[in-house]
Nanobody, 123 residues
Framework: QVQLVESGGGLVQAGGSLRLSCAAS????????MGWFRQTPGKDREFVAS????????YYANSVKGRFIISRDNAKNTVYLQMNSLKPEDTALYYC????????????????WGQGTQVTVSS
């Protein structure tokens, strides 16, 4: 059973940066697309970014395009989300997940999820 553990969240001022990491254990993620999602209380989980298995293709939500960068290191079984120019509306619990279908924004196409890491952006 694959386990995903996110880290790197925290409190940052608007305009600042954070780098999230998602480390996988108990199985490989290197042959699967990976995604980042976020969720705020009372709202559905929202797609943020995804990356293909070899890292050659990436896909972003319009709200983060140009500010966030998703990457992966398959040798380390780890996926990253570099978040720049953060805004208060980026405040959320951020999750990584292992996908089943490349390019999907739907939570239904991601099978394994981490517990999330909190990102809070102050104005």
């Amino acid at each position: 059973q694959v386990q995903l553990v996110e880290s790197g969240g925290g409190l940052v001022q608007a305009g600042g940066s954070l780098r999230l990491s998602c480390a996988a254990s108990g199985g490989t993620v290197s042959i699967y697309p990976m995604g980042w999602f976020r969720q705020t209380p009372g709202k559905d989980r929202e797609f943020v970014a995804s990356i293909s298995s070899l890292g050659s293709n990436t896909y972003y939500a319009n709200s983060v395009k140009g500010r966030f960068i998703i990457s992966r290191d398959n040798a380390k079984n780890t996926v990253y989300l570099q978040m720049n120019s953060l805004k208060p509306e980026d405040t959320a619990l951020y999750y990584c997940a292992r996908g089943t279908t490349w390019g999907s924004r739907s939570v239904d196409d991601y099978r394994y999820w981490g517990q999330g890491t909190q990102v809070t952006v102050s104005s």
